[in-house]
């Protein structure tokens, strides 16, 4: 089931709770607590598992006309399960209700790390296309791959 959720400190730990089960994608410190404190601005999005909080996802608006995933994460014994997909589907649907007509994410460019080409896989599985690449918007180990998806 997803939902979204409206409380500010509900989405702080449930960001909390997923991003440090998932240090091999969210392994940097302040980067994760950074997300962690964000997440209460953004619409989060949360899938449960029965009473249990198994994945996420946040939008936040890049532009008029856009909305980014700005972090997900799913804990991953359920990875491969559609999770993911269900997440980024009801996002999809909200973006377009709220008027939004493409949608972006940022990750680790293929080819970099085998763990980023598993997820670069899932977001070209769920519709989005390669954008552009910016080498040096993170870091020179971590070169930023943008995918956007016309949500019209």
């Not at 209460?40 to 999005?45: G, I, K, R, S, V």
Request: hydrophobic share 40%; glycine share 8%; aromatic share 12%.
């Amino acid at each position: 089931m997803i939902i979204e959720v409206i409380n500010p400190t509900e989405k702080q730990n449930i960001a909390r709770k997923i991003l440090e089960a998932l240090t091999d994608w969210f392994g940097i410190e302040e980067s994760r607590e950074d997300y962690i404190t964000r997440s209460a601005e953004w619409t989060f999005l949360v899938a449960r598992d029965g009473n249990n909080d198994v994945g996420f996802l946040c939008l936040k608006e890049t532009g008029k006309a856009t909305v980014e995933i700005a972090v997900m994460g799913v804990l991953k014994e359920y990875h491969r399960k559609g999770i993911g997909r269900q997440l980024v589907e009801r996002g999809k649907e909200i973006a377009r209700s709220e008027g939004y007509e493409f949608m972006q994410v940022k990750t680790v460019k293929m080819g970099v790390y085998e763990d980023y080409d598993n997820t670069n896989h899932f977001y070209i599985s769920c519709g989005f296309k390669e954008l552009e690449v910016f080498p040096l918007l993170w870091d020179e180990w971590n070169p930023c791959q943008v995918y956007v998806l016309a949500l019209k």
